[in-house]
């Protein structure tokens, strides 16, 4: 009966796909040459391709109610058998998340999975976690992962996270941060600029900056008497040129990073000479 129920289902995503696929080559405009898709090397670095591929996919995604309609995972009532215990408990030794747990074998009472795991000494209660461990937690959450994602990775209740994000107080803040805006935060964390200055260039928290120089194991640079770097790291050149790139001007790039106009311009002048005896 199984083998009957997977070869349904794969059936029905090989019909699902060529539906799908033979929808989306009527729309193909062929802008890089080719008249199907797909057929050549090059085809995998074609942007053209690309955003056939993503397309297509979520063509599939939006059909994935109609297409599958058979319902694998069980809805199930205490009290659960011996048997669904066992797998519950095995499926934890073997890396899933109470949350993953609860979703692939429909046992819907976590405290239930909780009780078993605590008996076959597989997990901890509440207040037996250490303090390094909610503290992990808390950082993760402090990085933009939720409760349940946290526990997807530390194999912790997302329960006792919440709970303990509350007790310390911890929040996040409602806007996200982009790559760059750590890079430069770091950038000038490393070149000896306050957690005030960061912040008002970047926009990023006092409380985040330090977070992300602790977790990046980032540390300032000695300085001369002047209260000038010795040398600036070649990073930290490129994140100047970087700000350069985006429009800003050298003066904005002196005020935000601490490193004199002069001394961006000759940067700058160094890298354009270099781009041109590239091509």
């Not at 939006?62 to 009290?79: D, G, Q, T, W, Y």
């Not at 979703?103 to 901890?124: C, D, F, P, S, Y």
Request: net charge positive; with cysteine.
């Amino acid at each position: 009966m199984s083998q009957k129920i997977a070869k349904s289902c794969l059936e029905n995503a090989v019909k699902r796909f060529e539906e799908a696929n033979s929808s989306e080559l009527k729309k193909w405009k062929g802008y890089c040459g080719c008249s199907i898709p797909g057929r050549e090397i090059k085809c995998h670095h074609c942007p053209y391709f690309l955003e056939y591929l993503q397309t297509l996919q979520k063509n599939l995604e939006s059909n994935s109610e109609k297409n599958f309609a058979i319902k694998l995972v069980p809805n199930l009532s205490p009290p659960y058998s011996s048997e669904i215990r066992e797998q519950c408990v095995g499926m934890f030794v073997n890396g899933y998340s109470l949350t993953k747990i609860k979703a692939l074998t429909g046992v819907n009472n976590l405290q239930h999975i909780r009780v078993w795991l605590i008996e076959e000494g597989l997990m901890k209660k509440r207040r037996e976690y250490s303090t390094q461990e909610k503290e992990h937690c808390i950082e993760l959450y402090l990085e933009g992962m939720t409760p349940v994602e946290v526990e997807e990775v530390t194999l912790i209740p997302a329960d006792f996270i919440s709970e303990w994000v509350g007790d310390a107080g911890a929040s996040r803040p409602k806007t996200s941060y982009s790559d760059t805006q750590k890079e430069l935060a770091l950038s000038m964390y490393h070149e000896g600029k306050s957690y005030a200055e960061i912040e008002e260039a970047t926009g990023i928290s006092k409380e985040m900056v330090h977070h992300y120089t602790r977790k990046a194991k980032v540390r300032r640079k000695h300085k001369k008497k002047g209260g000038r770097p010795s040398t600036y790291s070649e990073e930290f050149k490129q994140t100047c040129l970087s700000l350069l790139e985006e429009g800003k001007t050298t003066s904005q790039v002196e005020e935000l990073m601490g490193v004199s106009r002069g001394t961006v311009r000759k940067w700058q002048k160094k890298a354009k000479g270099t781009n041109k005896s590239e091509v």
